[in-house]
Structure formats: structure tokens, C-alpha cells
């Protein structure tokens, strides 16, 4: 079973409407009986990240989610917000993350400056695929995906890279080790771009 | 037309790259934004939403983006009272906000109107998107009153006035009629968005929702494997 988490944060009826598009039925629940059930997990997520933890807090996630995740290998997706509640920490807030990677986020400078770096980086931008995790596969070369964020993950492990984009500097936008994977786009919002490489989340990791 | 959520299923098919909602009937004597229906709406968009219509605080585009929107348009709001673009500039960040500004030309001037087009203003397009912009407006939503839905071209004097004074992206809208319109006003360096271009077509004006590729605008599509 495909499961989308919903903590309350956000509106998630886009990311199932699409996955049920692409023929991949999916629950969207933020029950931990129906984490436990789950044989593939996407968490996506917008807002601060200290809120997204106390959501997966608050309604018992953290425990069930380590266990799904490290325990048994359960393939697991983080959008957004999500990837970054992978990581250990983030300079938006004092929560610890789950830990999952070795990604801390970090604010992009902000300026109050047309001219300068817009914050939040939002809009259509471009992904470089790094590395061989086939997230983006079946993709045109560079393909395209909308981002929403003021925060960016960094890590000091580069085999991490899954993908880079540019805003002002080259940061990564997805994070593949093993089968935890994390976009900092939206999927859910890239029409054919978005449906492309949740197809292969769900058929190939 | 019939139900935008129909038409949004279509332009979702389209792989179109952002959707824009306008309720023309939230405005400032109106019912406000009709959460549950921009919520659902939003779930089926597979593009960003923009929304707007009869949003007038700030606590109108918190729900508007919890409820899955990614742009909030100001119109009337922002030219009655431009420190309110500012402090939603500020407070949700200047690519949320567009400042939408519909104008009819009296006189050879570009003389701005709000409440849906009924009241007239002393502002003139290109000085208002120039101080709208300053205060924090992503993007301007520009609508020629007098040629809306009548297919006779783009007002391209005036967007190329507005755009000249301003670096943020121009939506031009209002006259468009087939994908040449459509190409002079991105050759301006604008981009344009139309509707009945998109839903009316041939002979009988039948309604077939469509939306132009690519190619057909000039520019290079991407290569699917």
C-alpha cells in the first residue's frame, strides 16, 4: 500500500489526485497503524520545519516512521519540507530532525532586492541529475519542476546528490541514499515533469 | 463555460505551466474567497494556482496558501491601499504576490480601474505597476478592460510602456486571438495569458479548451524519451 502522510499542514490532495492519475492508488492518512501497513511512503510537507516535526510528534509518526524506514527498508519519498525533516537539523528552527541523512537546511540569504537573489526561490527551475538513483528517469535532459522554498539542504556527503539546481549558487535539489529519496521540488505541481518521476519513486525504488 | 474544475482537468492534461483562478464575484461587496471550492480546485491542479478575488487582509492569504495556493492576486485591495501589498509582500514573500491592475484607455491614457472595472481611479498602468512593484509585487496581472473577450489583439502599446518602468514579469491580458498575439507580446519580453483564445474556436466559436505548444510560441520543447 502507497501511502501519502498527511499532518494537518497543508494540502496533500494534490500529490494522491496525481498518484491516482498515474494508476497508483494511495492512502492519505496520518495514522501510525496505517504507516505501519504501508509498503511505500511519501511525506510531503510545506511550512517550518520545527511545525513539521511536532506535527510527526504529535500524532505518534516519529517511531513508526524510523522503524518503516531504518528497520525494514521501506522506500520512502520526502517533498519539500519532507526532505528536510530527513536531515539532522535546519537554521529555520531548534527541533532535531529524523536523521536520516546527513542534510542540514539552511536559509538562503536573504535580500530585499529585486536585483539580487529573490527569497523564496520560487517557480520553474531547472534539475542537473547527478548520480545513478533512476529518479529521474525517463525524463527529457534537464528536465523542469516547480520549487517553493526559502530553505535549502546541504550536506558533507556529495554521494548524496541526486540532482542540483541553480538559484544564485548550485544547491541540491534531490537526495537519494539507498531508498530513502528527497526532492526540495514539488512534484505534485510539475504536470508531466512531477508524474514522471513519481513513476519511478513508486516503480523503481 | 462551464465548471472550472472541468477546464482545469483539461489544462492539466495540457502539461499548462501555472493556472490562474479569478472569482469575479469575491470582490470587496462579495462573499470573499470560497475556501472549500479554491481547496478543491487546488487538489486537482497539477501546476501552480494562482488565486484571486476579494482577498483584503492578511489572514485571507494564510488560508489561501494553506488551502494550496501557490500566488495570491490583489487587485482592488492593493490599489486602494498599497501598504497592505506591502506588508503581504513582506510577510508571505514578494513571488507569492501579484498585483493585478485593469485599465481602460481614456484618452490616450491607460486610466486604472478597480471593483471588478466599475470604479474609476486618478492612477494611470505604468505609474501604478511601477509603485506596486516597488512595494513588493512578484508579478502584474495586466488587463486592458476594453478588449477583453474581443479577440482584437493585445494592447501592446501599454504593456510595452508598463513593462519598460518595472522588472518584474507582465501578464498581459485582454484581446488575444490566435498564437501571433500571443508571440508580439512574449517578443516584448512579457508573457501572456488569454481565455477565450483558449476556449473558443473555429467558425461557430464551439467550446474546445485548448492551449498553444511550445513550438508554436517559438520556443523549443523539451525531448521525452
Known sequence: MLLVVDTGLGNVGSMSNMLGRLGFPCVVSGEPRDVERASKIILPGVGAFDKGMRALRARNLVGVLNEKVLGQNTPVLGVCLGLHLFGESSEEGTENGLGWLPLKARKFPAVWDRDALQVPHMGWNTVRPAGSSGLFSQLPQN??????????????????????TEHGFEFCSAAVRGRIAGVQFHPEKSHRYGMGLLRNFVESF | MGDALNALRIFNEKGVDEITVLDIEAGPNGSGPNLPRIRELAQECFAPLAYGGGVTDLGAIERLVHAGVEKV????????????????????????MVAAIDYRNEDGAPMVYTRGGSRPTTRQAHELAKELCDRGAGEILLQSIDRDGTRAGYDLDVISS?????????????????????????????????????????????VLITYPRASELGRQEDVWP
Open chain 2, 73 to 96: 492576486i490583489l487587485n482592488t485591495a492593493s490599489v486602494e491601499n498599497p501598504s497592505f501589498l506591502e506588508e503581504a509582500a513582506r510577510e508571505f514573500g514578494t513571488s507569492t
Open chain 2, 162 to 206: 508598463v513593462s519598460k518602468g518595472v522588472n518584474v514579469s507582465v501578464v498581459a491580458c485582454g484581446g488575444a486571438n490566435d498564437v501571433n498575439d500571443l508571440r508580439l507580446v512574449l517578443e516584448m519580453g512579457c508573457s501572456a495569458a488569454a481565455g477565450s483564445m483558449f476556449v473558443l474556436f473555429g467558425r461557430l466559436q464551439a
Open chain 1, 143 to 164: 528536465p523542469r519542476f516547480y520549487f517553493v522554498h526559502s530553505y535549502y539542504v546541504a550536506s558533507s556527503d556529495g554521494n548524496l546528490v541526486a540532482g542540483t
